[in-house]
């Protein structure tokens, strides 16, 4: 059955940024699919919230809090994946972030952060897992880039650019990665997470942002969690280098993206 392509019994994940929104999702449709879940995050209260999530679902959870803006402690995850469940299949390279910004407000030293946070770290989880990851027959990689990293909008330059980095990344990981591990990632629009509490609690902010986007609504982490799921999972077996946008029908050429002004 189609479904099956789905499904993920017997495999290992490994999610960063796990404690909610996009990461917390996708982590929880991954157990659900079958999967035994590695979470890593700052806040360990979140990561224990999931976790029990992951079980309800029937599957195992091993939490791993920590500061991931630090790409070593990004790469020791496979180590601890590859010790607490003896193989990785799955990556999903969630960590990353960075707030609305003036462009003369943005220093050299916020674009060294932000592509730290948001490349540096993916690329060294990705290259520790790899080798665990091919000991196994292979794998999937799956990035979280944005929208902001192909639409231009007003205060993202150091983020944008960031997710911009992060696309591009994917096409080349997948090429060095192929045959055996595949590279792809989501680019998520304006998605309901705590980082938009400020958007979606103001009626008329939000009306503003629900214009901008064609589907007239806001995300969903549920929304990008599926794509992260078809990425993972055998469904997706004849992608790689791919980039799912995620974003509710939102244009290259549409410059406003329905938030307001840093």
């Not at 969690?225 to 791919?242: E, P, S």
Request: hydrophobic share 50%; no cysteine; proline share 4%.
């Amino acid at each position: 059955m189609i479904l099956d392509l789905f499904r993920l019994d017997g495999r290992v994940a490994v999610v960063t940024g796990a404690g909610r929104g996009i990461g917390a999702a996708s982590a929880v449709a991954l157990a659900e699919a079958g999967a035994d879940v590695v979470l890593a995050a700052r806040a360990e209260p979140d990561l224990l919230a999931v976790a029990e999530r992951v079980r309800r679902a029937g599957r195992r959870a091993h939490v791993v809090p920590g500061d991931l803006a630090d790409p070593e402690a990004a790469a020791a995850l496979a180590t601890r994946a590859d010790a607490e469940f003896g193989r990785i299949d799955v990556v999903v390279n969630n960590v990353g972030g960075g707030l609305p910004r003036a462009l003369a407000r943005t220093t050299p030293e916020s674009l060294v952060k932000a592509f730290r946070f948001n490349v540096s770290t993916a690329h060294a989880l990705t290259r520790a897992a790899a080798g665990v990851m091919l000991r196994g027959g292979g794998g999937a990689v799956v990035n979280v880039s944005s929208v902001v990293g192909r639409v231009a909008g007003r205060g993202f330059l150091a983020y944008g650019t960031a997710k911009a980095a992060v696309a591009h990344y994917t096409r080349l990981a997948a090429a060095d990665l192929s045959p055996r591990i595949r590279v792809n990632a989501v680019a998520p629009g304006t998605v309901r997470t705590s980082a938009l509490d400020a958007v979606v609690g103001e009626d008329a902010l939000r009306a503003r942002v629900e214009q901008a986007t064609p589907l007239r609504r806001i995300g969903t982490p549920l929304d990008v969690a599926a794509a992260v799921l078809y990425l993972a999972a055998d469904a997706g077996a004849y992608l790689t280098g791919k980039v799912i946008e995620v974003d509710g029908g939102l244009q290259a050429l549409n410059i406003d993206l329905g938030l307001p002004d840093p």
